[in-house]
């Protein structure tokens, strides 16, 4: 049973172009979780999404980023016209039922580079 | 709204020594209390949790950590460190109601031979 996988793992873009990030929730996971972690920071929350559905993106910047999970497929956070305060390591979890005491199962992340 | 402190950013040990990891958390509503572990290029895996119950909670590798609601504190230990150990530790909190994680800013551990 893979775990967690994200790609790339890393991923470099100039200023203005566009990033995407895919994350494969773990097998029978249906809820996913879109981490940024910026140096010496801790993992700030940006989106949870189940299956067709955004359940909660209070920690989404309101402009420029997206995040997906269609029925089939990868979970997708895009970022738009990147600048260099996106340069950060993105980490995708999955669980299975979503629960606030269940344990997340983290990818190893995407370490985006903006030029 | 909830919160999360590691009062350390690095922690230095010589190997074999014992080690606490400070966690404290703000919250007004119960919460579960997560450690994490991560390694250098990987992404975190979870060391132990508390949910309710018993206030010692012991996790993989060795580690513990006691939750301490007078404190609002969830400290991580281990009694005798290993070089394998050097990595960071996030402490994290989740409402009982809430699905995202609130993680502190970590602490890194290094352990010296």
């Known amino acids: 049973n893979a775990g967690v996988m994200q790609n790339p793992r890393h991923l470099v873009r100039r200023r203005g172009q566009e990033a995407r990030l895919r994350c494969s929730p773990m097998k029978g996971h249906s809820h996913v979780y879109w981490y940024r972690q910026l140096p010496e920071e801790g993992l700030k929350f940006m989106v949870y999404l189940q299956k067709e559905n955004i359940i909660d993106e209070s920690g989404m910047p309101k402009e420029r980023f997206s995040a997906e999970f269609p029925k089939e497929g990868p979970s997708i956070l895009r970022i738009q016209q990147v600048v260099r305060g996106d340069s950060a390591a993105y980490f995708c979890?999955?669980?299975?039922?979503?629960?606030?005491?269940?344990?997340?199962?983290f990818g190893s992340g995407t370490q985006l580079s903006v030029l | 709204a909830q919160s999360v402190t590691q009062l350390d950013s690095q922690v230095p040990v010589f190997e074999e020594a014992p080690v606490e990891l400070r966690c404290n958390y703000s919250?007004?509503?119960?919460?579960?209390l997560f450690w994490y572990v991560q390694y250098p290029n990987q992404g975190l895996q979870l060391l132990l949790k508390?949910?309710?119950?018993?206030?010692l909670v012991k996790g993989i590798n060795g580690f513990e950590a006691e939750f301490n609601k007078s404190q609002t504190s969830f400290h991580l230990r281990k009694p005798s460190v290993h070089i394998s150990d050097t990595a960071e530790y996030f402490c994290?909190?989740?409402?009982?109601?809430?699905?995202?994680?609130?993680f502190g800013k970590g602490t890194k551990l290094s352990v010296k031979p």
């Open positions: 979890a999955s669980s299975s039922f979503g629960g606030p005491d269940e344990k997340l199962f």
């Open positions: 994290a909190a989740r409402g009982r109601s809430q699905g995202n994680l609130i």
């Open positions: 919250s007004s509503v119960s919460v579960y």
């Open positions: 508390y949910l309710s119950g018993s206030t």
